[in-house]
């Protein structure tokens, strides 16, 4: 079984912190077409006037609490007053997997796992008056697939997305799972990334919203070069999907940015798009809290 298929070793990486918040379970929250278990919602005790919304995303094998409790976000919300979600996927073949490959996931209101996700989001809009222009996904492995799915099929939800060891959006499409049981692993295994041109990745990240001609959300793309479970060139095959759909060019590379051995690659004026080469990193790179909110703005 491939490594995607949470690393508890990797995910240890991320701060565990205790938050002074609330955490509370929702179950109904409106269009659920794949039928989502609940989520978890972290409000922090002094939310702010029209806060942001950020949607947190677990590897597969984890769940809503997992990725709360491994990752700093509860932390930052305490001081910048934003709302957090914390879904947890249905099971694909005995694994916590969000759907990254299913026509139907694939497609703006397709009734899939995208929708269901987007429309927490709206829910949590409306529930705290949240700015509809500060709206987030961040997601690790499995979770980081579906955040640039959902930057594909809900550009007019989210504002922005941060992968930490994702694919390309629609990398899946065709595949019987997104899952590290699937019998097609071209996707994470860097096949698709070696073979496909920009333009392909292009039309499979427009093809998820058809029609559609607003703006499209601020990418920010994680990867370890060690990688194995999710291969490197997958940072590549983001960024030229990304770019293409942007319209933005490679500006810079800076070294050692944000921390030592990570690799900036800035695209335009690097407000819309940038990666990280993670220079002996392996799955799901540790979270950087601080550059990951900056780049949305919420720092």
């Known amino acids: 079984m491939h490594a995607f298929n949470i690393l508890v070793g990797a995910l240890a990486a991320f701060c565990s912190v205790v938050s002074a918040g609330k955490t509370q379970t929702i179950s109904n929250w409106g269009d659920n077409p794949s039928s989502l278990p609940s989520f978890l919602l972290y409000t922090p005790d002094k939310i702010a006037d029209k806060p942001a919304i950020i949607l947190g995303l677990h590897p597969c094998g984890g769940t809503g609490s997992q990725y709360q409790s491994m990752t700093p976000l509860p932390s930052y919300a305490d001081k910048l007053g934003f709302v957090l979600l914390f879904p947890t996927s249905k099971s694909q073949s005995g694994m916590n997997c969000w759907d990254a490959h299913s026509a139907k996931s694939l497609k703006h209101d397709g009734g899939g796992d995208s ?14 008056n949240g700015d509809p222009s500060k709206v987030f996904v961040v997601g690790g492995s499995s979770g980081a697939m579906e955040s640039n799915v959902l930057a594909a099929t809900y550009p007019d939800v989210f504002a922005g997305a941060a992968s930490y060891s994702g694919v390309p959006a629609a990398c899946w499409s065709g ?7 699937s019998s097609d692993l071209s996707c994470p ?7 496909y041109t920009q333009q392909q990745w292009v039309d499979l990240a427009k093809g998820c919203y058809p029609g559609y001609n607003g703006t499209y959300p601020k990418i920010m793309i994680v990867h370890g070069t060690e990688d194995t479970a999710v291969t490197i060139n997958n940072l590549k095959a983001q960024l030229d999907q990304w770019s ?26 690097g407000t819309k798009l940038v990666g990280y080469e993670v220079q002996g990193g392996g799955h799901i790179p540790t979270f950087q809290g601080d550059a990951t909110l900056r780049f949305f703005g919420l720092m």
Request: no cysteine; net charge positive.
């Open 115 to 128: 929708q269901g996700l987007a429309s927490m989001v709206k829910w949590a809009l409306k529930a705290y």
């Open 175 to 181: 595949s019987p799972m997104s899952t590290p049981a």
């Open 189 to 195: 295994l860097g096949k698709k990334a070696s073979t």
């Open 244 to 269: 293409g759909v942007l319209g933005l060019s490679l500006a810079r590379n800076s070294s050692n940015d944000p921390i030592k051995n990570w690799k900036k690659i800035t695209y335009g004026d």
